[in-house]
């Protein structure tokens, strides 16, 4: 088992104080055996919501400087904007409860989505080696058009998630993001949204259990990283919901840093 860390910055008590955190990113020294060969492509699938869709081209275009961009394969049932490669499963307004869609749940879909599906039917179809996961962002909110507040099931939905991922592809490699803040929730450096605050806690333990279990899995905390980043300078747009230009370059270069970790592991 490799410890592989990945140095964030998060404020504590006192807001000009900084101290780093590591973060210990558990998993197996190898990816799938389909993807071993050097020359072969990994299939990498983007899960998430508004805010990973909102993110395709800043990753795209950071992952593409790396020294194996030109050997990912980015893939998902939708296709949004136009980069070369736009394959991804980033569903704007989905929570976390409408990706998984537990059997019996009865959890209504967003009322402008056409094309129902789950977590489980895009990892059958597209057959992912990497998937990076950041979602739950959705579960906070409910409308007649959006579907349900399912904040009080989302540790459920997370863990749901990760299973049913691992149901398909057990070999498969998972980067999960902690839930990002609410611009609104941010008091003194500190997220006072104390659903998302247990439900990060959750993730991370969940991911030290799993990779106890020989599981291939990280824990990405995007959540402290970003209100470390909002130190320097506002990365949210107008809503403090979702980021502006900077904040998408910013996530990108986490994501990017996590994936680099994973596919150094199968050398």
Known sequence: M??????????????????SLSLALLMPAC??????????????????????????????NAVERTKFGAKIDWVGTKKDGTYKDS?????????????????GANVRLPAWE???????NWVESTKPDIVLIM????????????????SGSLKESLQGIIDNIYAVRPKASIVIASIPPFKWNIDKGKD??????????????????????????????????????LRQSNIFQ?????????????????????LTKVIQEKK
């Open 114 to 120: 056409k094309q129902p599906g789950s977590v489980r």
């Open 87 to 103: 394959d991804n499963e980033c569903h704007g307004g989905w929570s976390a409860a409408q990706v998984l869609q537990k059997p």
């Open 135 to 150: 979602i739950g962002t959705n579960d906070f909110f409910g409308s007649k058009e959006r579907g349900d507040d399912t």
């Open 192 to 229: 006072t949204n104390q659903t998302k605050t247990t439900t990060n806690e959750f993730l991370q333990q969940l991911v030290t259990r799993l990779s106890a279990q020989k599981k291939r899995i990280y824990f990405l905390d995007m959540h402290a990283a970003i209100l470390a980043r």
């Open 238 to 258: 107008n809503d403090g919901l979702h980021l502006n230009n900077e904040g998408n370059q910013f996530m990108a270069e986490q994501w990017t840093n996590a």
């Open 31 to 60: 990816l799938p055996t389909n993807s071993a060969n050097a020359n072969s492509k990994v299939k990498v699938m983007s899960l998430g919501d508004s805010l990973c869709a909102n993110n395709i081209t800043a990753l795209r």
């Open 2 to 19: 490799n410890n592989i860390k990945i140095q964030v910055y998060i404020m504590r008590k006192f807001p000009r104080k900084l101290i």
